[in-house]
Each structure stands twice: as structure tokens, then as C-alpha cells.
């Protein structure tokens, strides 16, 4: 799975949106980019994922350059409870059940 | 529905003791993973499971570790003469094998701590 960079800490203001990068350069072909987050004390918790088409659920939305080489994942408007470790990987998906390689991840603070 | 559950949800131990780590995945998830956590840092995969099967290993860090999955449900993580170094996090995860995305749902975790 290819190796991704990210900022290691950010803050954000309550109620702004916070846009997290991560560089994945190194990226193939057929390698989805995955969000995962964790919150203090807790496991880590599914975000998003996509493969080359900007995604949104009802938690976030991913924007991946046309290059596919970074992306960002945008929280419209944070919370404290987003409050997290948020953690940006890449890795072969569609039906294949292969682990997760998490890196340091990006702290993100809201502020009140 | 519930999700993934682990117990204990903190355990202490000594130095050169047994200890056993029990994952109930979501139930109808046949894939589950191990992942250890140290401080600071993201988590490491140590085992996953297809079924009763374990189809890749290659995380365990040595032979003292070691895990079953006998029914294809419960999982437990067995760690034999504990070192201070295994202190950590264990997290266990699970997702539907074949699933567009395999998506991982993770439990709570298990803090391990080796005096």
C-alpha cells in the first residue's frame, strides 16, 4: 500500500470547516484513499473513502486532486466532538479484506 | 446493532504472565482483524482472520503471541510470558469480507499494561 504524509497537528475554530491534506504520491491505480478518525480513549472510526470521484456522506466530504497524488478531507462544520487523531490511508479495496497500514495521523483540535 | 465488543477493557499484569484478549466481532462479519497501539502512534496490524482461518499473520511480532478464532465468531489474543514492551493497546476490528470498500468497524480496545 502506498505511503501517506500528513500535517501532524491543526486547529480549527468551532463551527468553521476543517480541511485536512494528506499526500499520497506514491499512489497506484487501483488504491482507494480511506479516512479514519480516533477519538481519545475509543477505537478508530470509519470516515469516508474514494477511489478517484470527490465523495460526501453526512460526516465529511473527500476531495481528491485530478492527479490522484493528495486529497483533502473537509468536516463543513466541526465540532468539539470532532476533536481526533484523523488518520489518512490508502490501500487496495473492492472486495478485498486486507488490513489497514495507519501512519502517525493529523491531531485536530476544535476550539471553542 | 451492537458493535464491536472487547474485555477486558483494562488489564495489568506482570512480567512473564499469561494474559488472554477477547474480540466479539459484529455479528455476520467473517474477516477480523488485531491491531496493537502504542502511545502516541498509529495502530500496527498484527493478525486477521477469514472465518476460523487465520489468512495473515505476518504482524505478530514473535511465537509469544498468538490467536484463534476456533468458531468463527469470538476471537482471543493470547500472549505468553509478557513482556513490559507489550504494553499497549490491542484493538480488534471486523468487516464483511467481500464488501465494496470493507469497511473496518472497530471496538473499544483492550489497554494492556505489563509491570
Known amino acids: 500500500d502506498a505511503k501517506t504524509t500528513q500535517p501532524p497537528s491543526m486547529d480549527c475554530a468551532e463551527g468553521r470547516a476543517a480541511n485536512l491534506p494528506c499526500n499520497h504520491s506514491?499512489?497506484?491505480?487501483?488504491?482507494?484513499v480511506y479516512w479514519y478518525r480516533q477519538i481519545h480513549s475509543q477505537g478508530p472510526q470509519y470516515i469516508i473513502h474514494g477511489l478517484k470521484n470527490n465523495e460526501t456522506n453526512e460526516m465529511a466530504s473527500l476531495i481528491i486532486t485530478e492527479d490522484r497524488k493528495s486529497s483533502t478531507l473537509i468536516l463543513p462544520h466541526a465540532t468539539l466532538r470532532d476533536t481526533a487523531v484523523y488518520y489518512c490511508?490508502?490501500?487496495?479495496?473492492?472486495?478485498?479484506?486486507?488490513?489497514?497500514?495507519f501512519g502517525s495521523g493529523t491531531q485536530l483540535t476544535v476550539l471553542p | 446493532g451492537a458493535g464491536v465488543s472487547q474485555t477486558p477493557s483494562n488489564k495489568v499484569t506482570e512480567k512473564g504472565k499469561y494474559v488472554e484478549l477477547r474480540c466479539d466481532p459484529i455479528?455476520?462479519?467473517?474477516?477480523l482483524y488485531w491491531y496493537r497501539q502504542s502511545l502516541g502512534q498509529g495502530p500496527e496490524f498484527l493478525i486477521y482472520f477469514q472465518g476460523t482461518g487465520a489468512a495473515d499473520d505476518s504482524g505478530l511480532p514473535n511465537d509469544r503471541f498468538f490467536a484463534v478464532r476456533p468458531e468463527g465468531s469470538v476471537s482471543t489474543l493470547k500472549i505468553q510470558r509478557t513482556e513490559r514492551g507489550d504494553s499497549a493497546m490491542y484493538l480488534c476490528a471486523s468487516s464483511v469480507f467481500g464488501t465494496s470498500g470493507s469497511e473496518q468497524f472497530f471496538g473499544p480496545g483492550t489497554r494492556l499494561t505489563v509491570l
Open positions: 506514491t499512489i497506484s491505480g487501483n488504491e482507494y
Open positions: 490511508i490508502v490501500r487496495v479495496a473492492l472486495g478485498s479484506a486486507r488490513q489497514l497500514t
Open positions: 455479528s455476520g462479519h467473517t474477516a
